[in-house]
């Protein structure tokens, strides 16, 4: 099925276009009725089982498809075939890891992909996914009622999904070398689906502590202590796992913790700014615009491989769905995106979505716990995982009342369960699978009020902000995550010693499980038992600006700042990082200049102006001119010429263009010199909380570490043989295809809007591959007719296939700073001048 158009606009064409239009949507009516037409005589229903399901995809520039179906059903399934054809094999991947299958395939010790959970290494993945399977968990999400559970529209879009990938598996060979031929991709089941939905909603909670949790184990003798006896129902234990990198728990160290590390460690656990997730978005109300519509700027930070990369698509279904945007892999709804009246973006909240129970064993059995003087037994889940070239190994895991019993929160964060004690993880979102029900209903609403509505209806958002606009000039910024009702009152009341040390820095609560009284109480708006409800959420409508980088709510408008929100929800009074300051410092002059436009949103993206640079390099370039000498000593005790980077910083325009002379060489003392020097050694003007955007500021130039930064740069950089003024494109770049493309933007700690993190390689050039940053990125607006005015950009492309032509080409507009212009209204899709339509179908 083919449309040929000119590229004159004439009558006929109209004529043509508009039956193009009206036969299409007829098709997609009658697309059940065809189906079982084909199948023959006896066929019922719409469902795999029954006729089969089919959708239209039309696909136009850059190979984003524009999905067709007559419902929910037949959508998903359009949209599982056409995530299928570009990332079939990033998909299988998650897929094992969601099954508990990794080690099966790749072997016990390899680290899985990082996507789905943080577990160092495939075993540790398995026996939590294989735990999660063998306790029906996620079945018995599905099958709770809504809203508790997910809605009947979800729930078939996640039916069409398993077909339509299926369909594509059964109807397509594999091209994409990274699982050609490879047994390990099959057909998957709904389960499979809503399983990679709940790896995506623990991410923040038991996703972050799946090492922690498989290795838990009492100490040493505790079944003989409790005479061996397992839960009802339970397999006797056996301790087969010999492999290196999981361990068997912490055993029986004294349980002491110190205070002022574990606070260290929480708060670095729980910095957003150090995640390979983050986020910028900004909403501009219509008081701030041309035409008195709203604006919205999002830019996911995101990882550019794996399995948490974006997707672009449209899904239609007329009459009752229209929107566009960003999908996680996986997932059967667009989660970041707009449709005619609204457009929203999230980013990664503060909110701490965990809490902890200190609890109190009893002295007889270290797998008891005692409950207001009463003893409750642990539960004990065995978890059997089938490991390549070897014997299952097979570990228990203990549960209790609160969750699972943990060993640690990461190598920082040691929790030791020892006679005495162990520690219980409480995470929320371990019955939270509605994030899909969430993005749906923000994807029908009409206003930055709807968006708000649904997320109060569904409350699916595990670990995000929201930030909205829309065509009525409204703008929203609310932290409306779910997370454990934990009071400031509460932890007043319920804090170990731990807990006092972590909570105050971190938001991680550490609670005494040995009362009753002191678990996370209810709201009444709530969705589920033991978190908050979205009235409590941090929440600003209808400023003139909203804005969003990662940090906590408190100045989402710097003139409007959000306060009274409890502890775990984030901060207050507090320093924000450079690049909140530096984006607030932008939206806000932006919105005082007043007629903003779409090409406003696109030119504040690309600006790359670097905040620390703007900051700190003319003080750096004077520090620098004013060695004795022009020589610093570096690191290694050896004297190095410094000069030639003094001219060069003072020179450098403060940008992290790819033609920016300088960058680079700011970019590597400025990381250098954070790295090894406090912040109050470093700035002159301290923060305060009464001028936040603007402090600390003023650079020490006397700052022990400067000289030394400077001569370590200066030395990597000559051994590297990169010039110090040499432009950052020659040095920041991925390669595709044997081309070398240019990146332009920076990392965290410069604090540029356009966020790129690349591992430093000096043998390969500099900063040779991007793994996160700028992902899906979108500019939206509207301009009164039905159609949004949207530029969007997936900085990656749509496939990860290196032999299809979207692997690359949206990189290449990237590298360029060039924009792809939104095919939203039929009109706009069905004049595409590479459209091409596909119709894909089950056949049974």
Known sequence: MRFLHGHRRTRPLLRRVALAGAALLAAAAAMPQAAAATEGAGASGSGPSGGGLSAVIRYTENGVPHILAQDYAHLGFGTGWAQAAD???????????????????????????????????????????????????????????????????????????????????????????????????????????????????????????????????????????????????????????????????????????????????????????????????????????????????????????????????????????????????????????????????????????????????????????????????????????????????????????????????????PLPWTAA?????????????????????????????????????????????????????????????????????????????????????????????????????????????????????????????????????????????????????????????????GALEDVSAMAAKGGLGVADLQAQQFANRVPAGGLAAADAAKACAALPGGTATAGDGTAVDVSAACGVLAAWDRTADTSSRGALLFDRFWRKLTSSTAAKDLWLVPFSAADPVRTPRALNQAAPGIGRALADTVAELRAAGIALDAPLGENQFVVRGGQKLPVGGGTEALGVWNKIEAPWNAAAGGYPEVVHGSSHIQAVGWDGSRCPVARTLLTYGQSSNPASPHSVDQTRLFSQERWVTSRFCEWDILTSPQLKVVWPRERR
């Open 421 to 581: 004690t162990a520690y219980a993880l409480n995470d929320p979102n371990a019955a939270n699978l509605r994030g899909s029900d969430t993005a749906l209903a923000m994807g029908k609403a009409r206003s930055v009020g709807g968006v708000q509505d649904a997320l109060r209806r569904t409350q699916g958002l595990p670990w995000v902000n929201t930030v909205a606009a829309d065509s009525a000039g409204g703008t929203l910024f609310t932290q409306s995550q779910v997370l454990p009702r934990i009071t400031d009152e509460l932890v007043a009341r319920c804090s170990t010693p731990l807990g006092r040390a972590t909570y105050p820095s971190s938001g991680l609560a550490v609670l005494d499980g040995s009362r009753a009284d002191c678990a996370p109480g209810s709201d009444a708006d709530a969705v589920q038992p033991g978190v908050f409800g979205p009235g409590k959420a941090p929440t600003l409508r209808d400023a003139p600006y909203a804005e969003n980088s990662n940090d906590s709510a408190w100045l989402a408008n710097a003139d409007t700042p959000v306060t009274g929100y409890e502890r775990i929800w984030g901060n207050v009074d507090a320093p924000r990082s450079l690049r909140t300051r």
């Open 87 to 413: 990332q079939v094999c990033v998909l299988a991947d998650g897929f094992l890891t969601v099954s508990g299958e990794r080690s099966r395939w790749f072997g016990p010790d390899a680290a899985p992909d990082g996507s789905l959970s943080s577990a160092a290494k495939n075993l540790s993945s398995d026996l939590y996914f294989k735990g999660v399977r063998d306790s029906g968990t996620v079945e018995k999400l599905l099958a709770a009622p809504a809203p508790a559970g997910p809605g009947k529209d979800v729930k078939e879009l996640m039916r069409g999904w398993a077909a339509g990938y299926n369909a594509w598996l059964a109807q397509n060979k594999i091209t994409d070398p990274a699982c050609k031929g490879a047994r390990w991709v099959h057909p998957v089941t709904v389960t499979d689906v809503a399983a990679r939905g709940f790896a995506v909603s623990v991410l923040g909670g038991q996703g972050r502590a799946v090492d922690g949790i498989t290795a838990a184990q009492p100490p040493a003798g505790a079944a003989a202590r409790s005479g061996g006896t397992a839960a009802p129902g339970a397999a006797p234990r056996t301790d087969t796992d010999t492999h290196t990198g999981t361990g068997t728990g912490t055993g029986t160290g004294t349980g002491e913790i110190d205070p002022g590390s574990a606070a260290d460690a929480a708060r670095e656990l729980f910095d957003t700014t150090r995640y390979d997730m983050g986020s910028n978005a900004v909403a501009f109300a219509g008081s701030t615009t041309a035409n008195g519509k709203g604006l919205l700027l999002g830019n996911p930070h995101y990882p550019w491989q794996g399995g948490r990369r974006f997707w672009q698509s449209q899904q239609t279904i007329p009459g009752e769905l229209n929107v566009s945007g960003g999908s996680l892999l996986g997932t059967a709804v667009v989660n970041i995106g707009f449709n005619e009246k609204v457009a929203w973006s999230h980013t990664v909240a503060t909110g701490t979505p965990l809490n902890l129970h200190q609890l109190t064993l009893d002295p007889a059995d270290p797998t008891t716990y005692l409950v207001d003087g009463k003893p409750e037994r642990m539960t004990e889940r065995e978890v059997a995982v089938q490991v390549a070239g070897g014997a299952p190994v097979t570990r228990t895991q203990w549960w209790t009342r609160y969750g699972p019993v943990v060993s640690n929160l990461g190598a920082g964060l």
